[in-house]
């Protein structure tokens, strides 16, 4: 089971990501995650990637792959896996599919969780961060005991500059510029897969369930 994530940041696929992999005891793989354990194993691939970093640039495309493919040929991988996060545009798309074909492998589905941008901004509006622990909230979703202050460590709760509804509008426009062609691409392969995310997330996770056992 050889899984692409695709949907808009705020869209909950990295929380469908999570349920999917414990479901089917596969890993969930974050090209975040990729780098620091690269970086923090000293590699060569990621000494390669901490140069990009440390300067302040983007890890060039084929060195994602790269570490990508790498990573999916680990041991914990051979009963599939889960992107999460890459592929984000056609030319990453393109690199993966090539690299894939080399070890005679490939993108068994990409799911895509759909749900509207003003859906997003609306939900992600919400969202409310401890700015001692790190713990987030959400005022509708699942709220504090206490108005604005962690249940966790006591400390007081804001709204992120990432989840302000100007800057998450901003996020959804490059997105729908860079990653919504990645829905052409994957269908015109035929292993996109559609889902509503609007609904309640254990219902998404039902319907992604339903589409993976077809």
């Given amino acids: 089971m050889k899984i692409v994530m695709l949907g808009a940041p705020g869209a909950g696929k990295g929380t469908q990501a999570k349920m999917i992999a414990d ?15 690269n970086i923090k194993e000293g590699t060569p ?37 889960i992107l999460d996060g890459f592929p984000r545009t056609i030319p990453q798309a393109e690199a993966l599919t090539d690299a894939l074909s080399k070890i005679s492998d490939k993108v068994e589905y990409a799911i ?21 622990c790190g713990a987030t909230y959400h005022v509708k979703y699942n709220p504090p005991k206490v108005e604005d202050v962690c249940d966790k460590c ?7 500059d990432d989840d302000k509804p100007e800057t998450v509008q901003k996020r959804l426009d490059v997105y ?5 062609p990645l829905i052409d691409y994957y269908t015109k392969q035929g292993v996109i897969a559609e889902v509503d995310g609007t609904v309640d997330m254990n219902e998404v996770f039902d319907n992604i369930v339903k589409l993976l056992e077809a």
Avoid at 68 to 76: A, P, W
Avoid at 176 to 180: K, S, V
């Fill in 23 to 37: 479901k089917y005891s596969i890993p969930h793989i974050s090209t975040g995650d990729i780098f620091r354990a």
């Fill in 45 to 81: 691939l990621g000494a390669k990637a901490k140069e990009y970093m440390d300067k302040g640039l983007l890890v060039p495309d084929e060195l994602v792959c790269d570490l990508v493919v790498d990573r999916i040929q680990q041991d914990d991988c051979k009963n599939g896996y």
């Fill in 112 to 132: 895509n969780v759909e749900v509207p941008d003003e859906n997003i901004v609306n939900r992600m509006g919400g969202r409310r961060a401890c700015v001692g």
């Fill in 154 to 160: 006591g400390e007081k709760l804001i709204l992120r």
């Fill in 176 to 180: 729908h510029e860079q990653t919504q």
